[in-house]
């Protein structure tokens, strides 16, 4: 049965806060946001229609209240609640929670959820229905002799993952006999602190694979598709930080053959809307399982790129209870896209997080380029949260155009007041591996010291800003100071420690 939403409310902060209210606002839905304490004035409170305290700077005390965000959601009229990604967005009590309060969750099963969000349940699932997996354990083991034992006969190295959780928590290579007492019980108490589970299970690792994944989208009404690959190769620390649609090395039949598996991994749990099946794609063309994705991804808008959909508004035209307005053969891949994620990260302090105030921030624009942006200028990037700043994404009709109007934009985004991913970025763009093709999870092992970081910048636009910002700073004890650095940062910030 279909149902109108009106009225959304955002269980989520920053960039993609924005970015779904952005949608709403496009269909003529009204929009509620949701907030801690730090981020009473933050961008996506600004932006929403109304917005409504939720508790302090934690996120256990705020973000993850499932209760207080229901209890806003219900007491302000909402139809619907989007969960964005992160926080409770892969919560199947609060997608429950939600449906017994009679709000749609525009996500999600939460018998799919529960399912896909179990590593092991998952990959029993995955070999029920066919999908290749690597070798390994479909159940998790506990005992670590009975452990050892598979570990010696697939062969290390081996991986010990975290059964219910991902992010790369709860997660050791093991490379000998030696090492494996250690890491497992390491893993297991990194699981249980992360995700209050402890349990581990033990898959080969691949050791030079490329990370792709399969955007899938599927409605009440029996129908799936999918919206072709991304790849998601370029890491640190086991998290993304460039991503690409389509593949860099992807053939047609490799693509076919994914797909395939991708939609019967999503009609084996009965997926409906927005999910992401991931895949370890190995040198031989082999490819193995590695988890889904029961939500919207961060790296969604380089789909919406080269298909021309807003994922956003599929997702909401579904919890309407809609049939897909689209099938199969309507799916045409126009192009290539690009994007980088700007986080307030050193990366030549191995990626560590660096909070601040946000002076300068003037994103690229022009022709294909797009940004999706958590804060403006003069905000604050919160410690106490994820410190993207935004999404830098753009799209041309070749790949190798693609990547050089990806250096322009890196060139043309100012930001000052915090270190930035522009730089290593940058770096990926014009690196040789990355432009061939022939690179893979360990690109940042096999390629990156800090000592390649281009250092540049515009003298006069440094004396600009430090003027600028020196006017502006100075009741809050901030000097300025015009300093070129690495990549496209123009200047950074020191605070006086008198």
Request: negative net charge; charged residues 25%.
């Given at each position: 049965?279909?149902?109108?939403?009106?009225?959304?409310?955002?269980?989520?902060?920053?960039?993609?806060?924005?970015r779904?209210?952005?949608?709403?606002r496009?269909?003529?839905i009204?929009t509620?946001?949701v907030?801690?304490?730090?981020?009473?004035?933050?961008?996506?409170?600004?932006?929403?229609d109304?917005a409504?305290r939720?508790?302090p700077?934690?996120?256990?005390?705020?973000?993850?209240?499932?209760?207080?965000?229901?209890?806003?959601a219900?007491?302000?009229?909402?139809?619907a609640?989007?969960?964005?990604?992160?926080?409770?967005?892969?919560?199947?009590?609060?997608?429950?929670s939600?449906a017994?309060?009679?709000?749609?969750?525009?996500?999600?099963?939460p018998?799919?959820i529960?399912?896909?969000g179990?590593?092991?349940a998952a990959?029993?699932?995955?070999?029920?229905?066919?999908v290749?997996?690597?070798?390994g354990?479909?159940?998790?083991?506990?005992?670590?002799?009975?452990a050892?034992?598979?570990?010696r006969?697939i062969?290390y190295p081996?991986?010990?993952k975290?059964?219910?959780?991902?992010?790369?928590?709860g997660?050791?290579?093991?490379?000998?006999?030696?090492?494996?007492?250690?890491?497992?019980?390491?893993?297991?108490?990194?699981?249980?602190s992360?995700?209050?589970?402890g349990?581990v299970?033990?898959e080969?690792?691949?050791?030079?694979?490329?990370?792709?994944e399969?955007?899938?989208?599927?409605d009440?009404?029996?129908n799936?598709?999918?919206?072709?690959e991304?790849?998601?190769?370029?890491?640190r620390?086991?998290?993304?930080?460039?991503?690409?649609?389509?593949?860099?090395?992807?053939t047609?039949?490799?693509?076919?053959a994914?797909a395939a598996?991708?939609?019967?991994?999503?009609?084996?749990?009965?997926y409906?809307?927005?999910?992401?099946?991931?895949?370890l794609?190995?040198?031989?063309?082999s490819?193995y399982?590695?988890?889904?994705?029961?939500r919207?991804?961060?790296?969604?808008p380089?789909?919406e790129?080269?298909?021309?959909l807003?994922?956003?508004?599929?997702?909401?035209?579904?919890?309407?209870?809609?049939?897909l307005a689209?099938?199969?053969?309507?799916v045409?891949?126009t192009?290539h896209?690009?994007?980088?994620?700007?986080?307030a990260?050193?990366?030549?302090?191995?990626?560590?997080?660096?909070p601040?105030?946000?002076?300068?921030?003037r994103p690229?624009?022009?022709?294909?380029?797009?940004?999706?942006a958590?804060?403006?200028e003069g905000?604050?990037v919160?410690?106490?949260?994820?410190?993207?700043?935004?999404?830098l994404?753009v799209?041309?009709?070749?790949?190798?155009?693609?990547?050089?109007?990806?250096?322009?934009a890196?060139?043309?985004?100012?930001?000052?007041?915090v270190?930035?991913t522009?730089?290593?970025?940058?770096?990926?763009?014009?690196?040789?591996a990355?432009?061939?093709g022939?690179?893979?999870?360990r690109?940042?092992?096999?390629?990156f010291?800090?000592?390649?970081?281009?250092?540049h910048?515009?003298?006069?636009l440094?004396?600009?800003?430090?003027?600028?910002q020196?006017?502006k700073?100075?009741?809050?004890?901030?000097?300025?100071?015009?300093?070129?650095?690495s990549?496209?940062s123009k200047?950074?910030?020191?605070r006086?420690?008198?």
């Open positions: 049965m279909e149902k109108r939403i009106r009225k959304v409310l955002v269980a989520n902060r920053g960039e993609i806060a924005v779904v209210m952005r949608t709403c496009e269909l003529g009204g509620v946001a907030y801690s304490d730090p981020d009473q004035a933050a961008y996506h409170v600004r932006y929403a109304e409504y939720v508790g700077a934690a996120s256990a005390d705020s973000y993850l209240r499932a209760d207080r965000i229901l209890d806003v219900v007491t302000h009229g909402c139809d609640i989007h969960p964005g990604y992160g926080f409770l967005s892969e919560n199947a009590g609060f997608a429950e939600c017994e309060a009679g709000v749609i969750f525009i996500g999600p099963t018998d799919a529960r399912t896909m179990d590593k092991t990959r029993k699932l995955m070999e029920e229905a066919g290749p997996m690597a070798p354990t479909v159940d998790a083991v506990g005992d670590v002799a009975e050892r034992d598979i570990a006969e062969g081996v991986l010990i975290a059964a219910a959780g991902g992010g790369g928590k997660m050791r290579v093991v490379s000998e006999d030696g090492e494996f007492e250690r890491s497992m019980e390491s893993a297991s108490r990194e699981a249980a992360a995700f209050g589970d349990r299970f033990i080969k690792f691949i050791q030079e694979p490329k990370h792709i399969f955007q899938v989208l599927a009440t009404h029996g799936c598709v999918h919206l072709f991304r790849e998601c190769t370029i890491q620390r086991h998290q993304k930080v460039v991503e690409e649609a389509p593949g860099a090395t992807m047609p039949a490799l693509r076919q994914m598996a991708a939609v019967s991994a999503a009609q084996s749990c009965g409906v809307g927005a999910g992401t099946v991931e895949f794609l190995d040198h031989d063309g490819f399982f590695m988890e889904m994705n029961t919207l991804q961060v790296e969604h380089v789909t790129w080269i298909t021309g807003d994922l956003v508004a599929e997702q909401i035209r579904v919890a309407e209870g809609k049939a689209i099938s199969q053969e309507d045409v891949m192009g896209a690009i994007e980088c994620r700007v986080y990260e050193d990366p030549a302090n191995k990626f560590l997080p660096v601040g105030h946000l002076m300068v921030h690229a624009s022009g022709p294909g380029i797009r940004v999706d958590g804060v403006e905000d604050d919160q410690i106490h949260y994820d410190p993207m700043i935004s999404k994404t799209w041309a009709p070749t790949r190798e155009a693609a990547i050089r109007r990806m250096i322009r890196i060139d043309e985004y100012e930001v000052a007041g270190e930035t522009l730089p290593f970025c940058r770096l990926v763009m014009e690196h040789e990355f432009r061939s022939t690179f893979s999870t690109f940042v092992e096999r390629h010291t800090p000592e390649d970081l281009d250092v910048g515009d003298e006069d440094l004396v600009a800003f430090g003027a600028l020196a006017a700073g100075a009741s809050r004890g901030v000097d300025s100071v015009p300093q070129a650095r990549g496209s200047w950074v910030t020191r006086e420690t008198n």
